[in-house]
Nanobody, 122 residues
Framework: QVEVVESGGGLVQAGGSLRLSCAASGSIFSINAMSWYRQAPGKQRYLVAVITSGGSTNYAGSVKGRFTISRDNPKNTVYLQMNSLKPEDTAVYYC????????????????WGQGTQVTVSS
């Protein structure tokens, strides 16, 4: 059994910063990519940032230069440092981990966290 839990959301003024964390735990054999998605009310969920097990990163154009994704492999944790926040960054942020479990380490599955709310006031 695997659990993915996000933390660090909250309310911040425009121009401020927040740091999100996401920890995966349980029967994990290995983790490939870890990603952050976000979903604003009435809109589709979309990819914000992704980091591979080797540390390669990619970002949505709307956050490039403001957000930084990083991970701590021994802790199975991924972070999203968000700077210069804008009201349009307001959304529920979801963590996704592509991983292999100890009982099925020949297959990769995607696990989602429950989401954490980020609200940026103008």
């Amino acid at each position: 059994q695997v659990e993915v839990v996000e933390s660090g959301g909250g309310l911040v003024q425009a121009g401020g910063s927040l740091r999100l964390s996401c920890a995966a735990s349980g029967s994990i054999f290995s983790i490939n990519a870890m990603s952050w998605y976000r979903q604003a009310p009435g809109k589709q969920r979309y990819l914000v940032a992704v980091i591979t097990s080797g540390g390669s990163t990619n970002y949505a154009g709307s956050v490039k230069g403001r957000f930084t994704i990083s991970r701590d492999n021994p802790k199975n944790t991924v972070y999203l440092q968000m700077n210069s926040l804008k009201p349009e960054d307001t959304a529920v942020y979801y963590c996704n981990a592509e991983l292999r479990t100890t009982d099925q380490h020949d297959r990769t599955y995607a696990y989602w966290g429950q989401g954490t709310q980020v609200t940026v006031s103008s």
